[in-house]
């Protein structure tokens, strides 16, 4: 009975069919844009703003945090009241005030212009 387990095991194996692992594609570069919907579903829709918002807000954050750990971020002073929904919007309102040359920025430095923009340090 021992043997019989490897046996099934082995012919098992044999008959698998393997097929090739599928390459895996690569994101297109994340624009502003793409980040600019979910920040203006929070003020637009009543019952499901939040979760854009929190979608919005938590990129933002992402971002923020490792420009912390780089010298980029010393000219920037966020605001101490409000901060989430006062960057989200400044980010939103920076997009909109050129659309067409800053919707399809990518979106680490649209983010990065819009707050230096808008919360400059000094």
Known sequence: MRNVTPIL?????AT??????????VPDLTVAKDLL?????????????FIAEL????????FMAA????????????????RDDQVRR???QWVHGSFRKRGNMPVGDAIL??????????
């Open 37 to 49: 919907l979910p920040c203006q579903e929070a003020d637009n829709d009543p019952r499901d703003g």
């Open 113 to 122: 212009e819009a707050l230096n923009d808008k919360f400059p340090c000094g």
């Open 9 to 13: 095991f082995a012919c098992a194996l």
């Open 55 to 62: 979608e919005c807000v938590s990129f933002i954050r992402g």
């Open 67 to 82: 420009v912390d750990l780089s010298d980029l971020g010393k000219k920037i002073c966020l605001p101490d009241a409000n």
């Open 90 to 92: 400044a980010f939103a």
């Open 16 to 25: 698998a069919t393997v097929t090739p692992l599928q390459a895996q594609t």
